[in-house]
């Protein structure tokens, strides 16, 4: 029986020199990429709906279509590189990809545009565990941590960039850049890693077709996404629609489960939830990252609905993390291999649920640095817990594996995002409504301080009903505001709840587990 040093030799010897560097950047290039596609167009969707003559929340399928997509696809990359090889799987991908996101830069409507963001989230599903797994396998053992702390600090930043970038884009050019921009991307980095990686290609297998697999997830992710998606406008299970789509969605996953278990060449490799440090950090990994994806949604929602900040500005308050992860990626890549990797998560959720609590005290009036001041003590979050989680749910997983891994791993966090998507928005709303009517209570004739409102605004000039119609927006807005830090208060105490599932793990001092299989 080989052991963990036979392990690690198992896959191609590393690279040396320059040439490691420049696929390093490349594949880090590819990931910032896919990564950057998930939260650019949040920031973006109210001009991009206007521009397209429909509603935001229409304009929202683009989001969780190109989501849904990406789910489905990210479970495949085992299978894929286990068929075709991880070098030409990834590079086919990243193609597709730079295709996909130009066809979407040029899309005429609504429509068109969400057909090319699915199309872009299948065919990105492997480039985010492929380019994980071939980054790890051109470094040597030691300097892995560095390799999985670059691959960290792309996927990290590339949130906190998206928000800026799209909202610097649709205040001053076309939408359609927000899209455009990973053309000439992608042209530089898939030649970049074709030429690099080709003579390091995985052995293929003739792996059956788990067709029944592959219907079974396409089946319950979709309806579990379209579920997700129209339960706001249809007034959730009062809707006969919503009620089929989740029974659909429970079934199918329920029959996808007992089949991917039961089946001798599976799509998915479920087996490696038999893995304790893979099951715990896994599912850490992906209600810490939901937590996070909704917070990246509701913040740049809300300054731009509510306070009145562009799209550009709202980016530029999360600015901040994504400074603060880079060097909290840094700092963890260097002593990664000293410190147990259970203790530097629960640290990393400390850090996120203090940057929660401090947002739930939001007001209306806060200035800009008191909007952003939480986002350098989330960035020191984000920089610790991806790298952090990624080494506990890698840790003793052999090489051959790896690709089945992170693509595993990586549809959990993917789905967990997803949801985080959907729910927000929806509790948002109810929040508000709730709010609301609470206010309303206080808000009436009968209330001297009403009154006396109503007074002061006649005689600064407003007539008839104008005092009223102002008091109600400002209503409004309060409703929203106390929504806003409701939501961020529970993703404080989420978070913390998540610090016992770490330390269910096994002790993890590793440098990101082993390379790909050669």
Not at 56 to 76: E, K, S
Not at 295 to 301: A, E, I, M, R, Y
Not at 430 to 457: I, K
Not at 476 to 501: E, K, M
Request: aromatic share 12%; hydrophobic share 50%; with cysteine.
């Amino acid at each position: 029986m080989s052991g963990p040093a036979d392990n690690a030799q198992a896959g191609p010897p590393p690279m040396e020199g320059s040439k490691r560097w420049i696929t390093a950047i490349a594949l880090a290039v590819v990931t910032f990429m896919q990564v950057l596609d998930t939260t650019i167009a949040n920031v973006s969707l109210p001009t991009i709906s206007g521009n397209l003559g429909t509603s935001t929340d229409q304009g929202t399928w683009m989001i969780t279509g190109f989501a849904a997509a990406n789910g489905v696809g990210v479970p495949l990359t085992g299978w894929l590189m286990g068929r075709f090889g991880v070098v030409r799987t990834f590079i086919i991908a990243v193609v597709g990809f730079t295709a996909a996101s130009f066809l979407c830069g040029i899309a005429w409507d609504l429509p068109s545009l969400i057909l090319f963001r699915i199309l872009q989230g299948a065919l990105s599903g492997p480039m985010i565990p492929g380019s994980q797994s071939l980054l790890l396998s051109i470094f040597p053992q030691r300097q892995r941590p560095m390799a999985l702390g670059l691959w960290a600090m792309t996927t990290l930043v590339a949130p906190v960039v998206g928000p800026i970038l799209g909202g610097w884009i649709s205040d001053n050019y076309y939408w359609g850049w927000i899209f455009l921009i990973n053309v000439p991307l992608g042209l530089i980095a898939a030649p970049l890693c074709w030429f690099n990686l080709r003579d390091r290609e995985t052995p293929t297998r003739k792996l059956p077709i788990d067709k029944v697999g592959i219907a079974l997830l396409v089946v319950w992710v979709g309806a579990l996404q379209a579920m997700l998606d129209k339960g706001k406008d249809l007034d959730w299970f009062d809707s006969s629609l919503i009620v089929v789509l989740a029974i659909v969605a429970l079934v199918a996953f329920a029959v996808w489960i007992v089949w991917e278990l039961t089946e001798q060449n599976p799509v998915v490799d479920l087996s490696l939830f038999k893995r304790r440090n893979f099951t715990f950090g896994t599912v850490a990994f992906c209600l810490v990252y939901a937590v996070f994806m909704g917070n990246t949604l509701l913040l740049p929602l809300w300054l731009q609905t509510d306070v009145g900040y562009t799209a550009t500005w709202a980016g530029f308050v999360s600015a901040p993390a994504g400074a603060v992860a880079v060097f909290a990626s840094l700092f963890m890549a260097r002593f990664l291999s000293k410190v147990d990797a259970r203790l530097t998560a629960s640290v990393a959720f400390v850090f996120f649920a203090i940057s929660s609590f401090m947002r739930s005290g939001f007001v209306q009036s806060g200035s800009f640095w008191d909007f952003a001041a939480p986002a350098l003590v989330q960035g020191v979050s984000i920089g610790l817990f991806f790298v952090a989680l990624i080494t506990i749910l890698l840790d003793g997983i052999p090489p051959q594996r790896i690709p089945a891994a992170t693509g595993l791993s990586n549809f959990t966090r993917i789905t967990g995002g997803s949801f985080a998507i959907s729910f927000t928005t929806v509790l948002w709303d109810r929040r508000e409504a709730l709010h609301q009517s609470r206010l309303s209570d206080f808000s009436t004739a009968y209330n001297p301080a009403m009154t006396d409102t109503v007074t002061r605004l006649h005689e600064h000039g407003m007539t008839g009903s104008q005092p009223y119609a102002a008091l109600a927006g400002q209503l409004v807005q309060q409703a929203y505001l106390l929504a806003s830090n409701d939501l961020f208060w529970l993703s404080g105490w989420l978070v913390l709840c998540c610090i016992p599932l770490v330390w269910l793990a096994k002790r993890s001092i590793s440098g990101g587990g082993p390379v790909v299989a050669d």
